[in-house]
């Protein structure tokens, strides 16, 4: 009989050592090395496995007819433009998200959608009774619907028990760290069990047309737990985002093999469920500060959906040595750059001030147009000065200064002029994509120092605000049109 062989592996990202350490080489990340069985999951003799010859497959050309593969709808409008369409037949899909986000009563939205379609929808969860989850069903007002369950964690009995009958056409897994099977000998959880379970999964779906969901847990950094080749193992990776104290929720699509990996759908928690939000423009916007220095509202694009956000920042002075620079649902390496090209050619000096930039609502923008919005916001706080209400920003911040053009201008200013903005701040090379129906008056910068200076000419730099503001209002240098408070503080 062979010998078991041990390993030491890590659990965050799947590196496997031969001896105890306290840090991980590959990741970084300390005590996360557990020790697990390795041994391969045959159990075929050595003699027999040398002596076995591969089958024959046909192999075929690249010209030929390739049908699409047929979609299943799932019935939720944000799920389906997120996943491409609906669930594909026999396709894997892994959804991530941090605790009490939302997932379960998503997916169980879903199955119940698909059950009262007239289609088989499983959902077997290793985490909650029975009796859980038909009281969150209740909650929703989906106990009326023929959803099969289960609890159980055991992936043979689970393949064994979905192959009797007909096929599912959608089957939930909750969760995949929960799951074990007989051919490894680990504890579940493990990376070893994870992946083994996850590929007994998968191919089931491969050969019963399934579409299957896998729930995975994300670690402190917001990863999905467990080794990055389950990632790669399924067809597709959806991340379940947003805050607890908001009511806001984002489904985002990391990976998808059958549609864009950068649409998003937009939920709004609520007592009976999750509700989808068809604008979620006008859901982000609700409670936006009319008036206020320091904010703008950002037009931006997500898959192909326009989204406008408002973005919020404040710039004080810090008393610490090095000025803090916080940055919640933008990238900060975006505003440290914007920082710079704001010191190095607008002459405004921030480096004895705290900054901070939140985008309000809990998305989180990943395109580089928030560039404009993001040195507008800034600015004004700084002076003092709230920009207009019914004006919209975007537009990409070169090195040198310069207001680069964005994607989709015209798709930005019809949602800006949908929800009754009147103009917009974009690159003055974009003029000629804006179209003539947008009906909002043009502001176009080719440069971001002469946003700076007209942001600044009506700021009340003393901080405090007076019944005349013109006594108060800073004027422009005529040789660089840098404000003239930037200069004579020789900041």
């Known amino acids: 009989m062979a010998k078991n062989a041990l390993s030491f592996v890590c659990q965050n990202c799947g590196a496997a050592y031969n001896r105890w350490q306290g840090k991980c080489e590959s990741c970084g990340e300390w005590n996360t090395l557990v020790e697990e069985d390795v041994t391969g999951v045959t159990t075929m003799p050595v003699s027999i496995r040398s002596k076995r010859k591969g089958r024959l497959f046909a192999l075929e050309t690249l010209t030929g007819k390739s049908n699409d593969a047929p979609r299943l709808p799932s019935g939720m409008t944000e799920l389906d433009r997120v996943t491409g369409g609906g669930f594909v037949r026999g396709s894997v899909l892994l959804v991530g998200g941090d605790p009490g986000i939302g997932k379960s009563t998503l997916l169980t939205q879903a199955t119940s959608l698909l059950a009262r379609a007239g289609h088989r929808a499983v959902y077997i969860s290793g985490e909650e009774a029975v009796a859980q989850v038909r009281l969150r069903a209740e909650r929703l007002g989906l106990a009326d619907t023929p959803v099969q369950l289960a609890a159980e964690t055991s992936v043979e009995d689970i393949v064994s028990t979905l192959s009797e009958g007909a096929v599912p056409r959608l089957i939930v897994i909750d969760s995949i760290q929960t799951m074990w099977t007989d051919t490894v000998e ?20 491969k050969k019963s047309g399934a579409a299957i969901i896998l729930v995975g847990h994300v670690t402190k950094d917001g990863q999905i737990a467990g ?36 649409e998003i759908g937009v939920f709004e928690m609520t007592g009976l469920g999750l ?19 320091g904010t703008a509202v950002f037009a931006g694009i997500e898959g192909t959906r326009p989204v406008l956000v408002e973005l919020q920042a404040l710039v004080a002075p810090t008393t610490l040595g090095t000025p803090r620079r916080a940055v919640v649902g933008w990238d900060p390496s975006r505003l440290s750059m914007v920082l710079a090209v704001l010191e190095a050619h607008c002459g405004v000096k921030l480096s004895g001030y705290d900054v901070y930039l939140n985008v309000a609502g809990g998305l989180r923008i990943q395109e580089p147009a928030a560039d404009l919005a993001a040195a507008a916001a800034l600015v004004s706080s700084l002076v003092n000065a709230p920009l207009p209400t019914d004006a919209v920003y975007f537009g990409e911040i070169s090195l040198s200064g310069a207001v680069r053009p964005v994607a989709q201008t015209s798709a930005r200013l019809k949602e800006a002029a949908k929800l009754g903005f009147g103009r917009a701040v974009l690159p003055e090379s974009a003029r000629g994509e804006t179209g003539a129906d947008s009906g909002l008056v043009l502001n176009t910068v080719g440069g971001l120092t002469n946003l700076v200076a007209e942001i600044a000419a009506g700021g009340n730099p003393g901080g405090k605000r007076q019944a005349n503001p013109d006594e108060n209002r800073e004027h422009l240098s005529e040789k660089n049109a840098t404000p003239a408070r930037f200069r004579r503080e020789g900041r």
């Open 186 to 205: 680990s504890a579940p959880g493990t990376v070893t069990q994870v992946r083994a379970s996850a590929q007994a999964l998968i191919r089931f779906a």
């Open 227 to 262: 080794p990055r080749v389950v990632e790669h193992m399924v067809d597709a990776v959806l991340s379940f985002e947003g805050e607890g104290s908001q009511q806001f929720r984002i489904l985002r699509a990391v990976k998808n093999r059958f549609g864009p990996t950068d």
């Open 275 to 293: 509700r989808e939000v068809s604008n979620p423009s006008e859901l982000f916007l609700s409670e936006r500060d009319l008036g206020s220095p």
